[in-house]
Nanobody, 124 residues
């Protein structure tokens, strides 16, 4: 049974930082591209960042380039999202997702498994 469990969300002031983690189990981590998506109230889910199965290809949304960094630790079956210089518009539920042998440029529909999400709230 595949499980993706996000953690690290919370409330932070604008300009601050948060680090999200997503622990994966029940799958062969090294064969999955891992992605982060987010969904704000009343908006569609949007892509944030992805890292491919061997870690040598990273893709990120223009809105977070230079502020957010995605990484993965195969020894811990965990993917991370370091978020710096947070803005109120980054407020959303953040979801971790896994795509079997996927591309770092894949859309949300390509992903096979999803976590339950973690809330990130940035106050102004």
């Amino acid at each position: 049974q595949v499980q993706l469990v996000e953690s690290g969300g919370g409330l932070v002031q604008a300009g601050g930082s948060l680090s999200l983690s997503c622990a994966a189990s029940g799958l062969t981590f090294s064969t999955y591209t891992m992605g982060w998506f987010r969904q704000a109230p009343g908006k569609e889910r949007e892509f944030v960042a992805a890292i491919n199965w061997d870690g040598n290809r990273i893709n990120s949304a223009d809105s977070v380039k230079g502020r957010f960094t995605i990484s993965r630790d195969s020894a811990k079956n965990t993917v991370y999202l370091q978020m710096n210089r947070l803005k109120p518009e980054d407020t959303a539920v953040y979801y971790c997702a896994a795509d079997y042998w996927g591309s770092a440029y894949a859309g949300a529909g390509e992903y096979d498994y999803w976590g339950q999400g973690t809330q990130v709230t940035v106050s102004s």
